[in-house]
Structures are given as structure tokens and as C-alpha cells.
């Protein structure tokens, strides 16, 4: 490893995806975050982002190209990749609090860091405002309450890089400002490299330092889009002249392109 790419980020080279019937799904497609830079990442329906998500995890051993985080292959490292599935993935026979330790005994385990993984789960709990449910079951909760745990699971792991899949998607307007708010103040807190997917233009440009659009069939370069908005303060973004311009811009794009 050189050391120009020990604080690269994550790289993605070259990614091309079939699954086993059908054409490719996705690619070749390049994109560069640096390290602790967050993205967001909108394309339509079936264009591939949740394929892209998913080879980044790890989770599409079948696919050509090159996938590194600070100059290394970022597949069978621990702790590497925090991912919040569209589907929350809350385990619906454990409590909040177990579901968390579930996750923690995969990277911290052992008996002598159990208070360690305590410590984890009270903390991001509170992060998440959810301290209160650590002892209920996810099925008893509502949508925006699994999604907090959901986001609460993938930070207490301190993970290198966060994948995010459309994660507020199905909550009311309010629950998801209200998310997006603390999503963004907890990534404030500890600014993991991370790449949200969502099909809300509003959520890109409130969530991303880049925009990344993604065409139908994922079969053109990404476009890459700076977004002065984010370094706006959050409570003044909605109302700002940046917010209404680059909303236009991506609506543009959109509309070349989809
Ligand atoms: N397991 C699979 N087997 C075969 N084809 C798949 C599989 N998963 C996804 N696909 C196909 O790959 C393409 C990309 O799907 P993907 O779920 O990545 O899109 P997406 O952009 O995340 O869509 P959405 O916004 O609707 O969630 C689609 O044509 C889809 O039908």
C-alpha cells in the first residue's frame, strides 16, 4: 500500500454486476469518496443502487472490478461496513438492546468486553433517542422506531464506511426530518465514510456533501454533483436560495437523463 492511499477512502473501480439471468445490472461504474465524506447517491427504480450497496457489503461475491478502502480490498475485514438495509434487518425474537449486542458480539466478543458492548448500546440508543425502548421488541415498534434502531446498530459498530438503502423512505414527512436531523448530527459526532441511497431529491441535497445520479440500467458514467447546500446550516437549508437552485439542477439532470 502506498502511503498516497491510506486516507483515500473508499474507491470503487471499474464495478460491473450481472445476476445470473439477465444482462448486467449495474456498470462499469467509478466513484470516489474520500475518507470520513459523506454522499448521497439517487437514480430511478431498478437502475441499481441497492446492487451497488450490496456489492460494497460484500454481499455480491460475483462481481468484476475493484472495490478498496484506503488503498485495500475492503471485503474480509471486520467491522469494516456498517450497512442499514431498507428493511431495517431488525431481528423480530430479540429485544432493541439484544439486537445491538448481536451485532457487537461479531467484532467485540468475549466475556471481557461485555461492559465495552454495554457501553456501546446505551450510548447509541441515547444518540438515536431511543434509550427508553432498549427492552421492547422491533415488532412492536413503529417504522421510524426501527429505522432509529436500525441507524443506532450501524453506528455502535464504529464502522469505517456506512451504507445507508433508502433508510427513511417509509416514515411520514415529519419522522423523517426529524431523522434526517439526528442522522446527520450523529455522523457530525463521529464522520464515518459513508454513501446513502435515496429516491428523494430533498434527502440528497440535505444529506450529501456530493450527489451522485445514478441513470436508468446504471449504465453510464455516475454524475457527480458538488452541493454547496450542505455546508449550510441544517435547520437553514430548506429555506435557503442554494437549496432552491440545486434542487432545480438535480430535477435537470434527472430529466436529461431518466
Ligand atoms: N437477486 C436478483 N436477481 C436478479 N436480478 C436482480 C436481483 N436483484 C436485483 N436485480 C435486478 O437488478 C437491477 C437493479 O436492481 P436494484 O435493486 O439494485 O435497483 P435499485 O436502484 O436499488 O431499485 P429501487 O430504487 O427500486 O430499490 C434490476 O433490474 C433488478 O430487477
Not at 450490496?54 to 460475483?62: D, I
Not at 431495517?88 to 451485532?103: D, I, M, S
Request: proline share 5%.
Amino acid at each position: 500500500m502506498s502511503s498516497s492511499s491510506r486516507n483515500d477512502g473508499l474507491r470503487i473501480q471499474g464495478l460491473t454486476i450481472s445476476y445470473a439471468e439477465g444482462a448486467p445490472a449495474l456498470g462499469p461504474a467509478s466513484l470516489h469518496i474520500p475518507e470520513h465524506g459523506i454522499y448521497t447517491l439517487i437514480g430511478p427504480s431498478g437502475c441499481g443502487k441497492s446492487t451497488l450497496l450490496r456489492a460494497v457489503a460484500g454481499l455480491l461475491p460475483g462481481f468484476v472490478g475493484d472495490i478498496t478502502y484506503n488503498g485495500q480490498s475492503v471485503h474480509g475485514r471486520k467491522a469494516l461496513i456498517g450497512l442499514v438495509p431498507q428493511s431495517y434487518g431488525l431481528l423480530p425474537w430479540k429485544t432493541v438492546a439484544a439486537n445491538l449486542r448481536t451485532a457487537l458480539a461479531v467484532i467485540l466478543p468475549g466475556r471481557k468486553r461485555k461492559e465495552e458492548r454495554e457501553a456501546r448500546i446505551s450510548r447509541w440508543l441515547e444518540a438515536m433517542d431511543i434509550a427508553d425502548l432498549a427492552g421492547r421488541y422491533p415488532l412492536s415498534l413503529s417504522g421510524g422506531q426501527q429505522q432509529r434502531v436500525a441507524v443506532a446498530r450501524a453506528f455502535a459498530l464504529l464502522p469505517e464506511i456506512m451504507l445507508l438503502d433508502e433508510p427513511f423512505s417509509a416514515l411520514d414527512a415529519m419522522t423523517r426530518e426529524t431523522l434526517q436531523r439526528l442522522f446527520l448530527e450523529n455522523w457530525r459526532t463521529r464522520p464515518v465514510t459513508a454513501l446513502f441511497v435515496t429516491h428523494d431529491v430533498e434527502e440528497a441535497i440535505l444529506l450529501g456533501e456530493k450527489i451522485v445520479v445514478m441513470a436508468p440500467g446504471g449504465r453510464r458514467e455516475l454524475d457527480i454533483i458538488d452541493n454547496p447546500v450542505f455546508s449550510l446550516k441544517h435547520e437553514d437549508k430548506r429555506s435557503s436560495a442554494e437549496f432552491f437552485e440545486q434542487t432545480k439542477r438535480i430535477r435537470k439532470v434527472m430529466r436529461e437523463q431518466w
